[in-house]
């Protein structure tokens, strides 16, 4: 399904989801909503940090990835990352990327923003945040998905403030109808994948990819956009030719 606007300019189509009146969802709707939930809590040193930040924005860069968003049509794209849940998350707002044109200005935002996140490992604060992008009102979206990456399991400690807990998140997101998909670096916590499995993830074709150190990171952020972009039509068949 194409989005009613697809013959309009990238930055048109910002301005239809900004100006969108706030008590109605009836405006257009993109293609797909995609927000990147990135870790940054206290496992992730400040290299790794800078690290994860120049490959995703590589990674939107990438012609494969823009050949990718070019076949899914219209694609907004944010991304938020998180840390400790009792402090605010780092939110990039909505970019629209129209037939693959686009996506420069979030790369270059992703990339140049600097660390303000730290903290215990609230994943459930991540996706809580990235959720709420998704929930804006002047947001509307034939698929919604939240690519979450991250290096340890939910922090669970005794006499903290109030935090929004994973497993809340993750009712959220199936009452939405979004897809968390997961990519984890599991070289410090065997098994992280398969917590991710269990713990994270929801929805329609939601899977996770597993990386055992940083530098494999760069490649597996790409190849999890290709499959979270594409049509799930076009992606089924690419899984099949594998």
């Given at each position: 399904m194409r989005a009613p606007f697809a013959h309009l300019p990238a930055l048109g189509c910002a301005l239809l989801?900004?100006?969108a009146p706030p008590t109605s969802r009836a405006g257009p709707c993109v293609d797909l909503a995609l927000v990147l939930a990135v870790d940054g809590s206290g496992s992730i040193t400040d290299a790794e940090f800078a690290f994860q930040q120049d490959a995703i924005a590589a990674a939107l860069r990438a012609p494969d990835v823009r050949?990718?968003?070019?076949?899914?049509g219209v694609v907004a794209l944010g991304a938020v990352f998180w840390g400790d849940g009792e402090f605010p998350v780092q939110a990039i707002g909505w970019h629209v990327v129209l037939r693959g044109a686009g996506g420069e200005a979030l790369a270059s935002r992703i990339e140049n923003t600097p660390r303000l996140v730290f903290g215990n490992t609230d994943i459930g604060n991540g996706l809580w945040s990235a959720l709420d992008m998704l929930a804006e009102p002047a947001m509307c979206a034939v698929r919604s998905v939240v690519n979450v990456s991250g290096d340890g399991i939910e922090t669970i400690a005794p006499k903290r403030r109030r935090v929004v807990s994973l497993p809340a998140?993750?009712?959220?997101?199936?009452?939405?109808?979004?897809?968390v998909n997961a990519l984890t670096v599991s070289n410090d916590v065997p098994g992280l994948a398969s917590y991710y499995a269990g713990s994270v993830i929801?929805?329609?074709g939601a899977f996770v990819m597993d990386v055992r150190n940083n530098d494999d990171f760069a490649a597996a952020i790409k190849r999890k956009l290709i499959r979270e972009i594409l049509p799930q039509s076009v992606a089924s068949l690419g899984d099949g030719a594998r």
């Amino acid at each position: 399904m194409r989005a009613p606007f697809a013959h309009l300019p990238a930055l048109g189509c910002a301005l239809l989801l900004s100006a969108a009146p706030p008590t109605s969802r009836a405006g257009p709707c993109v293609d797909l909503a995609l927000v990147l939930a990135v870790d940054g809590s206290g496992s992730i040193t400040d290299a790794e940090f800078a690290f994860q930040q120049d490959a995703i924005a590589a990674a939107l860069r990438a012609p494969d990835v823009r050949r990718a968003m070019h076949e899914a049509g219209v694609v907004a794209l944010g991304a938020v990352f998180w840390g400790d849940g009792e402090f605010p998350v780092q939110a990039i707002g909505w970019h629209v990327v129209l037939r693959g044109a686009g996506g420069e200005a979030l790369a270059s935002r992703i990339e140049n923003t600097p660390r303000l996140v730290f903290g215990n490992t609230d994943i459930g604060n991540g996706l809580w945040s990235a959720l709420d992008m998704l929930a804006e009102p002047a947001m509307c979206a034939v698929r919604s998905v939240v690519n979450v990456s991250g290096d340890g399991i939910e922090t669970i400690a005794p006499k903290r403030r109030r935090v929004v807990s994973l497993p809340a998140a993750r009712e959220r997101a199936m009452t939405m109808g979004v897809t968390v998909n997961a990519l984890t670096v599991s070289n410090d916590v065997p098994g992280l994948a398969s917590y991710y499995a269990g713990s994270v993830i929801a929805g329609r074709g939601a899977f996770v990819m597993d990386v055992r150190n940083n530098d494999d990171f760069a490649a597996a952020i790409k190849r999890k956009l290709i499959r979270e972009i594409l049509p799930q039509s076009v992606a089924s068949l690419g899984d099949g030719a594998r």
